[in-house]
C-alpha cells in the first residue's frame, strides 16, 4: 500500500505560477524525498529532507517537512512549461535498517500552461 | 555514468508466454530495486536487492514472478506464465545502501499482455 498520498491530484497553472503540492504519510520516517517522472520516463530525484530538518530549498525548489502533522510540501516557484510531470513524495518507513526502502505516494501531475 | 539501464523499452505479449525484463545497474551502487507502476496502484516494490542478496520479495505478487541477480551489474524480473493484468510499466532502480540514498530510476519497460 502506499504510504504517501499526494494532494492534489491533479494541478493546472500558467507560466511564472508557484505550484505547491502537498504530501502525508503515516509512519515515522527518517527522511522524505521528491521525485518527478515525465511521460515515459523513470523517476528522477529532486530533493532530500531529512527528519530533523523543517525546510530545504535546491533551486527553484522548496520544501517543508512536519513530522508532528507528517506531513511535507513542494513549492516549485517561478514554474515553467518544462516543469509539466508528476510529481512524488517517498518515505523510508523509518528504523535503522529501512535503509532505501522507499514506499512512493500516487503522485501529482502538474501541468504548466505557456 | 550511464545511468540504471533497462531492457527492452516495450514488450508486447501474449498471455500464456514467459517475460524477461532486463536491468543494469549503476556501477558501483549495492542495492537495486524493481517496482511496477499501474494507474490503477500506482508504484508498488516488487523486491530489493542489497549486495546481490533479495532482502525482501514481499512485494512479488504471485509465484509467477521471479527476480534474480546473478552479479552486481545485472538483475532479471521474469513472469511466467504471463497475464493481461501483468501489464504495467516496471522499473529497475539502483542505489548506494544507506538512510539517506536517493534511488535512480532507469526508464522503465513496458509490458503489454494480450
Known amino acids: 500500500s502506499q504510504q504517501g498520498e499526494e494532494d492534489p491530484q491533479a494541478l493546472s497553472i500558467q507560466e511564472g505560477e508557484n505550484a505547491t503540492m502537498n504530501c502525508s504519510y503515516k509512519t515515522s520516517i527518517n527522511n522524505l524525498q521528491w521525485y518527478r517522472q515525465n511521460s515515459g520516463r523513470g523517476l528522477v530525484h529532486l530533493i532530500l529532507?531529512?527528519?530533523?530538518?523543517r525546510e530545504k530549498h535546491s533551486g527553484r525548489l522548496r520544501v517543508t517537512l512536519d513530522t508532528s502533522k507528517k506531513s511535507s510540501s513542494l513549492l516549485i516557484t517561478a514554474s515553467r512549461a518544462a516543469d509539466t510531470a508528476s510529481y512524488f513524495c517517498?518515505?523510508?518507513?523509518?528504523?535503522?535498517?529501512?535503509?532505501?526502502?522507499?514506499?512512493f505516494g500516487e503522485g501529482t501531475q502538474l501541468t504548466v500552461n505557456p | 555514468d550511464a545511468g540504471v539501464i533497462q531492457s527492452p523499452r516495450h514488450e508486447v505479449t501474449e498471455m500464456g508466454q514467459e517475460v524477461t525484463l532486463r536491468c543494469k545497474p549503476i556501477s558501483g551502487h549495492n542495492s537495486l530495486f524493481w517496482y511496477r507502476q499501474t494507474m490503477m496502484r500506482g508504484l508498488e516494490l516488487l523486491i530489493y536487492?542489497?549486495?546481490?542478496?533479495?532482502?525482501?520479495d514481499s512485494g512479488m505478487p504471485e509465484d509467477r514472478f521471479s527476480a534474480k541477480m546473478p552479479n552486481a551489474s545485472f538483475s532479471t524480473l521474469k513472469i511466467q506464465p504471463s497475464e493481461p493484468r501483468d501489464s504495467a510499466v516496471y522499473f529497475c532502480?539502483?542505489?548506494?545502501?544507506?538512510?539517506?540514498?536517493?534511488?535512480?530510476f532507469g526508464n522503465g519497460t513496458r509490458l503489454t499482455v494480450t
Open positions: 517517498a518515505t523510508d518507513g523509518g528504523g535503522e535498517t529501512s535503509g532505501s526502502r522507499l514506499t
Open positions: 532502480a539502483s542505489t548506494l545502501t544507506g538512510v539517506n540514498s536517493p534511488l535512480h
Open positions: 536487492f542489497n549486495n546481490n542478496v533479495p532482502i525482501d
Open positions: 529532507i531529512r527528519s530533523n530538518e
